[in-house]
């Protein structure tokens, strides 16, 4: 079975440029869930889709940050504009089910995006 | 206080002995509880869910829940180098199913 896939790996930009990042969730996986980890911190959710529905969106800097999960199965997140302290690994995960309701919600991360502003 | 807890380290732990990891949360609602393990520059890999008081055992590794106490710790038996990395303790409330995430314990087995 695939993993979550993530892209790119890598992205060095200026502050006030822009920046998107991509995700594919495990096949059939119904919920994905975009993190942000600063070093030396646990992630922190951003966002949070059931299918192509937000759940839970409360820690996303709306000003900024933007989600979108088209279809309800890949997923980008764009940062406009960046700030340095935007710099960060950007995760994404997926989880079977984490519906409301729902108890066993194991998530799955991917490899991440590391983000450099300068 | 922040919602979950755990002891930054590094907690540094010969070969062969026994490593426990320890985390307390806040939230008495609380229903799942995970522990990740997460190698520098690597994301974070699941490796124990638990969701019901007790013990629960996994080869090497054993989960402990105790809801009265709002504690859940992770004993890993014969520890190995390859055990070096950060753990993650991650709690969910069932009905939100947003999971929280501690800072995570840096684990250092030494030779």
Redesign the interface.
Same mark, same amino acid.
């Given at each position: 079975e695939a993993g979550v896939a993530q892209s790119p790996r890598y992205k060095i930009i200026e502050k006030r440029q822009s920046v998107a990042f991509w995700c594919n969730p495990i096949s059939g996986h119904a919920?994905l869930?975009w993190y942000q980890q600063i070093l030396?911190?646990?992630?922190?959710?951003l966002i949070?889709f059931q299918n192509n529905g937000v759940?839970?969106d409360s820690q996303l800097p709306k000003d900024r940050f933007s989600a979108e999960r088209l279809k309800g199965v890949d997923s980008t997140l764009k940062i406009q504009p960046a700030k340095l302290e935007d710099s960060a #690994?950007y995760?994404c995960a997926s989880s079977y089910s984490? /519906? #409301?309701?729902?108890?066993?919600?194991?998530?799955?991360? /991917?490899?991440?995006t590391r983000l450099t502003v300068l | 206080q922040k919602e979950v807890e755990q002891n930054s380290g590094p907690l540094s732990v010969p070969e062969g002995a026994i490593a426990s990891l320890n985390c307390t949360y806040s939230d008495r609602g609380s229903q799942s509880f995970f522990w990740y393990r997460q190698y520098s520059g690597k994301s974070p890999e699941l490796i124990m869910s638990i969701y019901s008081n007790g013990d629960k055992e996994d080869g090497r590794f054993t989960a402990q829940l105790n809801k009265a106490s709002q504690y859940v710790s992770l004993l890993i038996r014969d520890s190995q180098p390859s055990d070096s990395a950060t753990y993650l303790c991650a709690v969910s409330h069932s009905s939100a199913s947003k999971i929280i995430f501690g800072s995570g314990t840096r684990l250092s087995i030494r030779p």
């Open positions: 919920t869930y030396g911190q646990g992630p922190k959710l949070q759940v839970d #690994v995760l984490g /519906g #409301v309701g729902e108890i066993y919600n194991e998530q799955f991360f /991917g490899p991440g | -």
